[in-house]
């Protein structure tokens, strides 16, 4: 696998990448400006670069043109939300393997860098459809509505009421299953946006429950809720369709990147 330097003031993008590209095996570092970025290249050596064209302290164009005196050979996949064609041209003619508009949102950004890299990154970002158009909504609507429906699917009484008060300071709706079963028939009737998903449940496990939500409800994220024992599992259940996973004891700030994510990267 490979290591890759994401260099991006904005931290949901950045979040984004290291979460896919963690996910998919590589080692990930990042940079919040530019002149970070360069010591970070110069530090670590990277196999490719993520370099957004319009960042504090240095801008993009000086980044790569530091990159590349640095090493003519190292890809460089530039991101951009202005994308006028003679900037276009202008990288490309100075060696960027590619620069594509954030405006497009981030699955054309994996689908290059797995062709850069040979097809390394076995994982896929989950959720992410070519063409789709990755924008980070409200947590409210104009009106004031519930930014969702979650759901959460959890055998442990406490475990279940932990992540309810968090998604409601989200401002989720959030409804409750404590087996598999009770988890599929609500799910059904209810159609949630996001569900939390126990993998050891009674009646039905979690992995069983989400191989027959996942193909009937392509537009809900299911994020797998495991012991850390149970970590290749968890990891297996993104080939089936999971969104994400979380560990036990739960980490709320790492449930709510992932959350975010799903933000960042949900169907239009």
Do not use: W
């Amino acid at each position: 696998m490979a290591t890759i330097l994401v260099i991006d003031d904005d931290g949901i993008v950045r979040d984004a990448l290291s979460v896919f590209l963690t996910r998919s095996g590589h080692e990930v570092v990042t940079a919040a400006d530019g002149a970070n970025g360069v010591l970070v290249f110069k530090n670590t050596m990277p196999d490719l670069v993520v370099l957004d064209r319009n960042l504090p302290m240095m801008s993009g164009s000086e980044v790569f043109g530091n990159i590349r005196r640095i090493s003519k050979t190292t890809p460089v996949l530039v991101l951009s939300g202005y994308c006028a064609p003679e900037e276009v041209e202008t990288y490309l003619r100075s060696g960027a393997a590619a620069f594509l508009s954030k405006g497009d949102g981030l699955s054309p950004a994996l689908a290059e860098i797995d062709r850069m890299l040979g097809g390394q990154r076995k994982g896929r970002a989950p959720g992410l459809k070519a063409g789709k158009t990755a924008k980070l909504p409200a947590a409210k609507t104009a009106s004031g509505r519930a930014a969702g429906l979650a759901l959460i699917a959890d055998d442990d009484l406490e475990t279940r009421a932990i992540l309810r008060r968090f998604l409601i300071t989200l401002n989720y709706e959030t409804i409750e299953a404590k087996d598999g079963a009770a988890a599929l028939e609500l799910a059904r009737a209810r159609r949630p946006g996001i569900v939390l998903l126990d993998i050891f449940m009674p009646k039905k496990d979690g992995v069983a429950v989400l191989k027959e939500l996942a193909p009937e409800m392509p537009e809900t994220d299911f994020i797998m809720i495991t012991g850390n024992e149970d970590e290749a599992l968890a990891r297996e259940c993104m080939e089936f369709g999971a969104f994400d996973y979380i560990s036990k004891p739960i980490n709320l700030e790492a449930l709510g990147t992932t959350i975010k994510v799903r933000l960042l990267l949900q169907k239009q």
